[in-house]
């Protein structure tokens, strides 16, 4: 079981990795390719629109190919794209290549969180106990390192030299690191996909983790931009506030569990998702760069457990784990496919910083939909 943990965990912490790589070269891809902050948002929705399709298929293609399988094949895809994006920027400067490498990373991560996290759920079931949120903040600390490195490297090493040697790290790493699955594995009945499409626990699950995955879509998108555009910061120091932001957000998932355990789901997601929209809104209205970047480390604290909670409680029955995870996630990562057009169109009229308002104006009315995470079926004690 050690082992399994330990695969599970590296599989979610390369994945943060390639992903914030990316996240972290936003800005220099920004200037490299010359876009307004509309066109940046029409960029970005390539690497959305592929993440979502993959959650139309991941579900079933987890259910058919097993989770080891699933998540190897992906691992490819997130390498293929990390390189195509790097010759994009750094290479030949192309808006179309650098869309075609987005598209690809966005679908080779989409597979992959959907089959990662089923088999989450599965070791999670296994122990009894909370640790969901322990995965991801793993992934939060693969994007942690991945903003450090770009900040360390983003005048002295080339773009494309430093994502594609995050490509190669990914896919052998995967590769490794998934030998140790043995959960969510290749099943045999039908996958109850459209059954799940059906079920309103599951719906509302969705509906709040598209929410939730927003407030963290538009921090990763957009924070490094906002305040290089917004509060004068250099392109390095706008790496370090993402920086600050997915730290927060780690230390949020790996408290999260204890707190989780103690208090149940739905009080500590409620005080999460306060701790965001106080945070995003001390970010965009001090007007002050240190409260602003303490405001940047609340929202990262409060968007921690929404992603993790939301995948835990649509596992919650081993038997359709798969699907309802997959139906969660589409929903969910409609956030992604929306939200960089969104936040880059409103930012055209009133500035970046001032467009990331819209978080908080759709949290609050989320706080609604909460109820609907209460654990059902085999899910551990405790997690109410």
Do not use: Q
Not at 164 to 173: D, I, K, N, Q, S
Not at 207 to 221: H, M, Q, Y
Not at 252 to 264: F, Y
Not at 347 to 369: M, Q, T
């Amino acid at each position: 079981m050690r082992a399994g943990i330990i695969g599970v965990a590296v599989t979610f912490g390369l994945n943060g990795v390639a992903v914030a790589s990316w996240f972290a070269r936003v800005p220099a891809a920004k200037d490299a390719l010359a876009l307004d902050a509309g066109a940046l948002g029409l960029l970005l929705l390539a690497m959305s629109a592929g993440a979502v399709l993959a959650m139309v298929t991941a579900g079933e293609v987890t259910h058919r190919l097993g989770a080891r399988r699933a998540v190897r094949g992906a691992a490819v895809g997130v390498a293929a794209g990390l390189a195509v994006v790097g010759a994009g920027i750094g290479v030949w400067p192309s808006v179309r290549a650098t869309g075609i490498g987005l598209f690809l990373l966005g679908y080779g991560s989409g597979t992959c969180n959907v089959a990662m996290n089923v088999e989450a759920a599965a070791v999670e079931r296994l122990i009894g106990r909370t640790i969901m949120p322990r995965f991801h903040a793993v992934w939060s600390s693969g994007t942690v390192v991945a903003a450090g490195v770009a900040a360390a490297v983003a005048v002295r090493l080339p773009v494309v030299v430093h994502l594609t040697g995050v490509a190669v790290v990914t896919v052998v790493g995967t590769f490794v690191a998934a030998r140790s699955f043995r959960h969510g594995t290749a099943g045999t009945a039908k996958s109850g996909v459209l059954a799940a499409w059906r079920e309103p626990r599951t719906l509302l699950i969705g509906l709040l983790v598209l929410v939730l995955a927003f407030t963290e879509g538009t921090a990763n998108d957009w924070v490094a931009v906002a305040f290089v555009d917004g509060y004068a910061f250099g392109a390095a120091a706008g790496a370090v506030v993402f920086g600050v932001f997915v730290t927060s957000m780690t230390i949020g998932r790996v408290v999260g569990t204890v707190a989780l355990d103690r208090w149940g789901r739905s009080p500590v997601l409620v005080g999460s998702m306060v701790s965001a929209i106080v945070g995003t809104a001390l970010a965009v209205w001090s007007g002050e760069p240190v409260v602003a970047v303490g405001g940047v480390a609340l929202w990262g604290l409060g968007t921690a457990l929404g992603f993790p909670v939301g995948m835990s409680a649509a596992a919650d029955e081993e038997e359709r784990a798969a699907a309802r995870v997959g139906v969660v996630a589409v929903i969910g990562y409609t956030a992604f496919l929306a939200g960089p057009p969104a936040v880059g169109l409103l930012g055209d009229h009133v500035g970046v910083l001032r467009a990331l308002l819209v978080v908080p104006l759709l949290l609050v009315p989320a706080l609604a939909l909460v109820p609907a995470v209460r654990p059902v079926g085999s899910a551990p004690a405790g997690r109410g």
